[in-house]
């Protein structure tokens, strides 16, 4: 058994719209086929879903005034909300009555169910039921009704009452929420058909309560856990969190941008069993494995290669390698030859030398003894040559003495006058500083007398915590007026604030008002009145590039233009507002970007995002057939923008035909007649056909409507009521600036005023400090003097001592001079002496 809920278009092209209350509704919904065969063709020629409602009225239960309704094909029998009768069931969970009027055909019916499949739906205080109960087929069952009469609140109920969370619905967050306004508790009760081998079947019963949000589980008239229940779904595979079994309208956007292994994936957890996920997987992981070992085959292969390339290219170097290893082989047994060579050679070398010995020692005896008289007298001049050497050698040794002392005497006399002239220095030194002791005595004299005179003069007063006083109060009153000034500075900073605020207002107002003068201005204006949502949206595309992979187009009513404007009109009744305000992602992961902004940040409810798949070339009618009927062209050719914003229109504007004249009888029979174009724009019409095939050929409505004028892609100008009131605000805020600025500069006058006064202050306060530290200073000096005169007599006796002792130095330094002089006149003989005796010494006396 599965689902399929549908809410109806706002055109009412997807389904019939019943009118009365919810209960009419689901009498409607369960109406006689023989009741709904006698509605005339007429009620339902304008709706192109018409057939859809035919095969539900052909299959679906009758409804009479009778408090209760026949079950037909298995279905189960919906009592009036009036009757207030306790239902009463059998071991099957039909009716009694039902038993009594077709026993046979309901056991056949019920045993269509497969284990798992729900049997029976009852609501009590769920969202908008008070009280209803759901008898749905072994098949498909299809809801159907106008938007708000409870659809989806039979989905949330199955969810929540086979134990999910609402996490799985994408409505609200806490369970709660789904109770009935004005009441506490609610109640969902669920009963699943049984296994063949079980006695019953199983009844899921849930309690909500509104305070606190508590569920509280039954199962088969037993208080149990979620947990059961959850074990109990699991051991009939039921799976709300799959999208393919389990598809709540607000999940349908994430179910598309499931990629096709998620969703055979997820296919698979919904139609096969346990052991087929393991063998899949299973599948998966041996390929995984068998994509490595080629990936690694491929690199051995490539790895072979590339060693056999290389071991070829080194097969000359390893022969020439190898000659080369023999040569120097050959080299090597050679050079252990070359010892045995140079032996014979050095051999035959050394007896020819021995040989010439042999004879040069007999030649040099030979000659010794002829030569033995002359050598003899050679030896004799030799011994004479090195006495005479000698005596030599000991003159020179006593001259380099003899000038060693001389130097020495020399020095000395040098040292002796370096010493007089020293001594002569120092007592001229003494003479000098002793001159100029005599002008400081004579100062420390005029000092002493000067301040035993200043030491006679009236006594200084001063009182310094008077003189504090004085400062203490002068500068209170600069404080006072600081501080008076500091109180001004948060209202400054206020109005600084205020200003700067008003100022970024001006400026914002400015550029959207310069906005309106400007091409891309004018979009934005045009699409904030179209829809501030999506002039929001699109303005945080743009800011956020980054964040996608591919470009993100804008919605085409700013994307997108109409190449020749007297289609515009035709173009425009194709589509929809959501077809102008979408935003077009080429890829799943910018799609899933933008829905989770939209949807989780942003937090809208539905906004209209779509993925462009690629540029719909697939026409019913090719170029010449559409010409030959009369046709300028698919709707489509007329539009002219970026090539992914264009193949999403593509789904419905290639589908749509447009002339610009309008059409006659002829043609549209052609057009009927051929069965290959169902949507088309003649002049200042549109036409819809509709062709029911189980209804024979003949079964064909033709839809009109006129064409209204285009409100979306014109060249008519902005509405500039916008300038005006962004004018209007800046005036505003200019006159709130104004405003500010003179409270500001009354704010600063005052605090000129104050500062000035502190202007005035500061050079008073400076004078007193200077006169109390003037006086404070010659008060300091006057109790002074007695010490300061005692100091400078000490003074001037410290200078008379070193005037005596001066005077002793200068003696002492005579005597020595006196002294020194006797000592050069002693030694200066001597050194004339020796010069005599040696008069070619290399130094002279002065």
């Given amino acids: 058994?599965?689902?399929?809920?549908?809410?109806?278009?706002?055109?009412g092209r997807d389904f019939i719209q019943p009118t009365g209350t919810e209960s009419e509704f689901r009498q409607h919904a369960m109406s006689s086929p023989a009741d709904s065969r006698r509605r005339p063709r007429s009620a339902i020629e304008g709706d192109d879903d018409a057939d859809i409602i035919r095969r539900s009225q052909s299959s679906t239960p009758s409804s009479s005034d009778s408090p209760k309704r026949a079950r037909v094909n298995g279905y189960q029998t919906v009592s009036q909300p009036e009757s207030t009768m306790p239902r009463q069931r059998g071991n099957n969970m039909y009716d009694d009555d039902h038993l009594e009027e077709d026993n046979n055909t309901s056991e056949a019916g019920a045993s269509e169910f497969q284990p798992g499949a729900i049997v029976r739906v009852k609501l009590t205080n769920f969202v908008t039921y008070e009280s209803a109960e759901f008898f749905p087929g072994p098949n498909l069952n299809m809801v159907i009704g106008p938007n708000g009469t409870g659809k989806s609140s039979l989905v949330c109920?199955?969810?929540?009452?086979?134990?999910?969370?609402?996490?799985h619905l994408g409505r609200a967050q806490q369970i709660g929420e789904f109770v009935k306004h004005n009441t506490s508790t609610a109640q969902v009760e669920i009963e699943l058909q049984r296994r063949p081998e079980e006695p019953k079947n199983h009844v899921v019963r849930l309690k909500i309560i509104k305070d606190g949000n508590i569920r509280e589980f039954w199962l088969d008239d037993r208080k149990t856990s979620l947990k059961a229940v959850q074990t109990l779904t699991r051991g009939f595979n039921i799976q709300v969190d799959n999208?393919?079994?389990?598809?709540?309208?607000d999940k349908v956007s994430e179910f598309a941008a499931l990629s096709p292994v998620e969703l055979l994936q997820q296919t698979q957890r919904a139609a096969a069993p346990e052991e087929m996920l393991e063998q899949h997987e299973s599948l998966k992981q041996l390929r995984k494995e068998q994509k490595l070992l080629d990936n690694q085959l491929e690199r051995d292969k490539e790895n072979l290669r590339t060693r056999e390339s290389r071991q070829e290219g080194l097969r000359v170097e390893v022969q020439q390698l190898e000659e080369r290893n023999q040569i120097l082989e050959n080299v090597m047994v050679l050079k252990k030859t070359i010892p045995f060579v140079e032996y014979r050679f050095a051999r035959n070398q050394h007896v020819i030398f021995k040989r010439k010995k042999k004879e040069a020692?007999?030649?040099?005896?030979?000659?010794?003894?002829?030569?033995?008289?002359?050598?003899?007298s050679i030896a004799q001049k030799e011994n004479y040559v090195g006495k005479i050497t000698a005596a030599v050698r000991d003159r020179r040794n006593a001259v380099d003495v003899a000038e060693k002392d001389a130097y020495t005497l020399f020095k000395t006399i040098e040292s002796i006058?370096?010493?007089?002239?020293?001594?002569?220095?120092?007592i001229d030194s003494e003479k000098k500083e002793d001159s100029n002791r005599r002008s400081?005595?004579?100062k420390v004299q005029r000092n002493i007398t000067a301040l035993k005179a200043r030491l006679n003069d009236e006594p200084i007063v001063f009182d310094n915590s008077e003189w504090n006083e004085r400062i203490r109060a002068k500068e209170h009153q600069v404080k006072d007026i600081k501080t008076e000034i500091a109180a001004m500075d948060p209202e400054k900073k206020e109005v600084q604030q205020q200003g700067r605020q008003l100022k970024q207002i001006i400026e914002d107002a400015k550029k959207e008002l310069a906005a309106f003068d400007t091409q891309e201005g004018q979009q934005s204006v045009r699409l904030k009145n179209a829809s501030k949502e999506t002039a929001a949206a699109w303005q945080w595309v743009q800011e956020n590039r980054d964040k996608f992979e591919k470009e993100v187009y804008g919605p085409p009513l700013i994307s997108c233009s109409i190449k020749d404007p007297k289609y515009t009109d035709a173009v425009e009744s194709m589509l929809s507002k959501g077809?102008?305000?979408?935003i077009t992602a080429q890829t799943v992961a910018d799609f899933q970007t933008l829905n989770e902004y939209l949807y989780g940040q942003m937090g809208y409810a539905q906004f209209p995002i779509k993925r462009s798949d690629g540029l719909n070339e697939n026409t019913s009618l090719s170029a010449e057939e559409l010409q030959r009927l009369g046709f300028d062209g698919w709707a489509l050719d007329f539009v002219d923008g970026p090539p992914a914003v264009l193949s999403m229109l593509s789904q419905k504007l290639n589908k749509a035909a447009i002339m610009a004249r309008e059409i006659s009888d002829r043609e549209l029979d052609l057009i009927t007649e051929g069965k290959r174009l169902n949507n088309f724009v003649a002049g200042s019409h549109t036409y819809n056909i509709t062709r029911r095939a189980e209804f024979g050929p003949s079964a064909v409505s033709t839809r009109t409507s006129t064409v209204f004028p285009a409100s979306h892609w014109t060249d008519q100008p902005i509405d500039t009521s916008g300038k005006l009131e962004i004018q209007s605000r800046i005036d505003s805020a200019n006159v709130e600036f104004e405003a500010l600025k003179v409270r500001m500069n009354a704010i600063k006058a005052k605090q000129r005023d104050l500062e000035s006064r502190i202007s005035e202050l500061l050079p008073g306060i400076a004078q007193v400090k200077k006169d109390k530290n003037e006086l404070q200073k010659a008060h300091g000096e006057q109790a002074a003097l007695p010490a300061k005169i005692e100091r400078e007599e000490e003074a001037l006796k410290e200078k008379l001592e070193a005037s005596?002792?001066?005077?002793?130095?200068i003696k002492a330094l005579k005597v020595q001079i006196d002294a020194d002089i006797m000592k050069k006149g002693s030694e200066g003989p001597r050194l004339q002496g020796m010069y005599r005796r040696n008069p070619s010494s290399t130094w002279r006396a002065s």
């Fill in 804 to 809: 005596t002792e001066r005077r002793r130095r």
């Fill in 1 to 11: 058994m599965s689902w399929a809920t549908q809410g109806t278009r706002r055109k």
């Fill in 440 to 442: 400081d005595l004579n």
């Fill in 157 to 167: 109920a199955i969810c929540l009452g086979l134990g999910w969370g609402p996490i």
């Fill in 417 to 426: 006058e370096e010493e007089i002239l020293e001594k002569n220095s120092k």
């Fill in 579 to 582: 077809d102008y305000l979408s």
């Fill in 361 to 376: 020692q007999k030649c040099l005896r030979s000659l010794e003894a002829e030569l033995a008289p002359t050598l003899q």
């Fill in 243 to 249: 999208l393919c079994q389990f598809l709540p309208q």
